[in-house]
Nanobody
Framework: QVQFVESGGGLVQPGGSLRLSCAAS????????MGWYRQAPGKQRELVAS?????????KYADSVKGRFTISRDNAKNTVYLQMNSLKPEDTAVYYC????????WGQGTQVTVSS
């Protein structure tokens, strides 16, 4: 059974940083593309970053986070990370990891609140 457990969220001031983690299980992680999504109140869930699995690494970001967020993965730990720097109030959302194409059942997510 595919499972995602997100962690690392919290309350941070504008300009601050957070590092999110997502522990994945139930599939062959090292060859599977992974993504980070977010859902702000009253808005649709959006994909903000993705990273391919397998031998060649391709990383993509939404324009809204490009240059501020960095996605990475540790295949030995079945974990994908999202380093978020220069956070803005508009980054406030619940953050989830899942497959960037054809997402399956969602985890509980981790709340990120950017506020002074």
């Amino acid at each position: 059974q595919v499972q995602f457990v997100e962690s690392g969220g919290g309350l941070v001031q504008p300009g601050g940083s957070l590092r999110l983690s997502c522990a994945a299980s139930g599939f062959i992680f090292r060859v599977t593309d992974m993504g980070w999504y977010r859902q702000a109140p009253g808005k649709q869930r959006e994909l903000v970053a993705s990273i391919t699995g397998g031998g060649i690494t391709i990383i993509k970001y939404a324009d809204s986070v490009k240059g501020r967020f960095t996605i990475s993965r540790d295949n030995a730990k079945n974990t994908v990370y999202l380093q978020m720097n220069s956070l803005k109030p508009e980054d406030t959302a619940v953050y989830y990891c899942n497959f960037p194409i054809g997402p399956v059942d969602w985890g509980q997510g981790t709340q990120v609140t950017v506020s002074s």
